[in-house]
């Protein structure tokens, strides 16, 4: 045995993963090659710093906040660029002609009467210096003046901020960090101060300008604390695992500092992962127009459904991201995952993650526990019912597994009184068959045992395997492609091997399940419906619920049944959520479409869906009140020579013929978002979504850039 409880190679231990007792003393994950390296530390603390002291004001859901800058909501009026330049230069031409008149003495000389009214007349003799100073000077103002009120007329100052030097520094200059004051400064940790733990404080603030913490680190650091303050953990071991260990402290039990790489933007103060920016199109509303677009657990706790063709960038944009940050929040105490997907997708190299099961691949150090973990046969019955039958039951939300659940647990309940533990899969197999063999060795260790109730219900599984209508052959049917030889060795549970169970998933752990890439398709769906039943539930009965725990399914297809739509339905009081991925929704049943979207506070269409699944995206979505403008333009044709020369000047200045125009405002109910624009109005590598966090604040429908 190994010093954490597990057997050698294969253990029996359903959780692999031993839970911390506290942050500064947690104990390691079971060893598994290769070990991920060391963080190397930075050359410095400034970039570190920085990125400490960036501002993040509140905004609307999914907002990067990092170093974000809040923008009105309704779009100020803006005067084309062709009429700013034009009237920018006809008032320039009215002040140089009012200038020049004045100078030249056509308007009369009322306008200097204030000089020699100012001016005593010893300073009018000819060469006199003062005289020169003081009348040049009353000249400058004068035509400041006129400057000023010409400049005001012709919008000089709008033209000069939006294509002078202000506007070619805000295009290139990075932006300044403004150093906060000591007391508010979070790289001094005030909050440790303010609570006795100055040592710590200065430990760490000492290792932070050095260069030798990470953004991992400090939210780490910050979860701990947080322990603290809760009242799980000591302040004294605390103190003591900062005094002794510095950043390193309270690490994860794999003790990984960080990811071997990463590909997206992160930032753990604010938990956010950037998937890409808001388009600066008019269908968006102007506030969230051109800002970053970020992903978190405050917006994943309400699960997000993304829905787009192969090749639209859900995996690539979407499920890579978000697997990357929530292993991240992993190591830094505040979340637990779970990534599911075909060998080779690209869901993020193998030290990415503490445990790694690979099914069907021999090699695989862990093993997928095939009842969850759950010592109770009714559970194990209903989690393994919805796993092998879960998408034949009636599509209709209401609807259930419950025979099937039966009829799992009248064999699942005997077997584990008899033998001490559930059956695998081949035993399974041939009682769900009514093979007389094993069905006379159950019922005779029940005899011997004397477990009469459970032998009723024996009595009861034999005498429905003789009705035509018995759900048992369905089962067994479908148990049967779990029982191939690529699968030999797997889901055992005679203790020879180490079962991962979802069991685990009460402290921070990264998982990646890897489900046969091909000629398995029905058996990988059973395991992804699998997982997610068991996902759904243990983390409803969870302790600490402010771990935040996260299912990403990569391919949903063949996933979503009832039960499934009602265990999303709980995730999010919770503490936990789901992230799916479909390529249609028609590999979802017709009935099970709309509480889908429902269930789920994140949507997502990507580019080149359908136009029958944009139907459903725009039924979610609503409509709004919108103003619409009805303009009928009227041409007005001049008759004078003084008129034609009028208009022909308008034309120069605003390049249109003179009209009149008529504007009727209505205010009418229109789609967020069309099925016809989702279908052909998102251009490739775009996606619309909107999100819900579970605070409940909401964002529109936006169109966004995954790319940016």
């Known amino acids: 045995m190994d010093g954490d409880g597990t057997r050698d190679a294969r253990g029996t231990h359903a959780n692999p993963v031993p839970r911390p007792a506290g942050p500064p003393e947690a104990p390691p994950l079971p060893p598994r090659p290769p070990a991920m390296p060391a963080v190397p530390p930075l050359p410095d603390g400034s970039a570190f710093l920085t990125w400490l002291r960036t501002p993040r004001p509140d905004a609307a859901p999914g907002v990067w906040r990092f170093g974000h800058r809040p923008r009105p909501d309704e779009e100020p ?14 008032a320039f031409l009215v002040g140089w002609l009012i200038w020049s008149l004045l100078w030249n003495g056509y308007l009369g000389g009322w306008w200097l009467l204030p000089l020699y009214a100012m001016i005593p007349d010893s300073w009018a003799e000819p060469h006199s210096f003062a005289a020169v100073v003081v009348v040049y000077a009353y000249y400058v103002i004068i035509g400041l003046i006129i400057a000023v009120g010409v400049g005001r007329l012709g919008r000089w100052g709008e033209l000069w901020r939006r294509y002078g030097p202000p506007a070619w520094r805000r295009s290139t200059a990075p932006a300044s960090v403004r150093p906060p004051a000591p007391e508010e400064d979070p790289a001094e940790w005030p909050a440790l101060r303010a609570a006795g733990a100055s040592d710590a404080a200065d430990r760490l603030a000492a290792e932070a300008r050095q260069g030798l913490m990470r953004d991992v680190d400090h939210a780490r650091i910050t979860r701990a604390w947080q322990g603290v303050r809760n009242g799980r953990h000591s302040l004294a071991t605390f103190t003591g695992a900062v005094l002794r260990e510095g950043s390193a402290a309270c690490a994860h039990p794999s003790g ?30 102007y506030a969230y127009r051109g800002t970053g677009l970020a992903l978190g657990p405050d917006l994943l706790g309400t699960s997000l459904l993304a829905v787009g063709p192969a090749g639209s960038g859900k995996t690539g944009t979407l499920v890579r991201p978000l697997a990357e940050s929530l292993c991240l929040h992993a190591l830094a105490g505040r979340a637990a995952v779970v990534v599911v997907g075909a060998a080779g997708s690209g869901l993020g190299p193998a030290d990415a993650y503490d445990v790694v099961v690979r099914v069907g691949d021999q090699e695989s150090m862990y093993d997928l526990d095939l009842y969850g973990g759950t010592t109770d046969p009714d559970e194990a019955a209903a989690i393994l019912a919805e796993a092998l039958v879960g998408d034949l039951a009636d599509p209709h939300p209401g609807s259930d597994t419950r025979r099937s659940t039966t009829v799992l647990a009248q064999l699942l309940g005997p077997y584990r009184a008899v033998h001490g533990r559930f059956p695998s899969v081949p035993e399974l197999r041939r009682l769900l068959d009514g093979a007389p063999g094993p069905l006379a060795e159950l019922r005779a260790g029940l005899e011997n045992a004397g477990h009469e109730s459970l032998l009723r219900e024996l009595d009861a599984r034999e ?33 020879q091997s180490r079962p991962f169970s979802l069991k685990a998933l009460d402290h921070p752990v990264r998982v990646r399940i890897d489900l046969p890439a091909r000629g398995h398709a029905d058996a990988s769906r059973i395991l992804a419906r699998l997982v997610l ?4 539930a243990s983390v409803t009965v969870r302790e600490d619920r402010s771990l935040f725990a996260c299912l990403i399914l990569d391919d949903a297809t063949g996933v979503v049944t009832p039960e499934a739509v009602r265990g999303i339905q709980r995730l999010r009081s919770a503490g936990a959520g789901a992230v799916l991925t479909l390529r249609t929704l028609d590999d979802v049943p017709r009935p099970l479409r709309g509480p889908l979207l429902g269930a789920t506070g994140c949507r997502v269409a990507l580019s080149g869906v359908t136009p029958w699944d944009g139907q459903d995206f725009a039924e979610v979505w609503g409509k709004e009140w919108t103003e619409a403008r009805d303009v009928t333009d009227r041409q007005i044709i001049a008759e004078t020579p003084a008129g034609k020369a009028v208009h022909a000047l308008r034309r120069v200045i605003t390049g249109k013929a003179p009209t009149a125009r008529a504007v009727t405002v209505r205010q009418v109910e ?37 790319r940016g």
Do not use: C, Y
Request: glycine share 10%.
């Open 77 to 90: 009026e803006r005067v084309p660029g062709r009429q700013l330049i034009s009237g920018a230069l006809i």
């Open 256 to 285: 990984a500092r960080d990811l071997p790489g990463r590909q997206a933007r992160h930032d753990l103060l604010t938990g956010q992962v950037r998937v890409g920016t808001t388009a600066d199109d008019p269908r968006n509303p």
């Open 463 to 495: 005498r429905q395997m003789a009705h035509p209508g018995d759900v048992g052959g369905v089962l067994a049917d479908r148990i049967a492609l779990l029982d191939r030889p690529a699968f030999a060795g797997f889901f055992d549970t005679s203790g």
């Open 533 to 536: 039943a068991q996902f759904t």
């Open 670 to 706: 229109r789609e967020r978002w069309s099925a016809s624009e989702l279908a052909h109005a998102v251009p490739p590598g775009h996606a619309v979504l909107s999100l819900t966090n579970v605070k409940g604040e909401h964002a529109p429908p936006l169109l966004v850039d995954l």
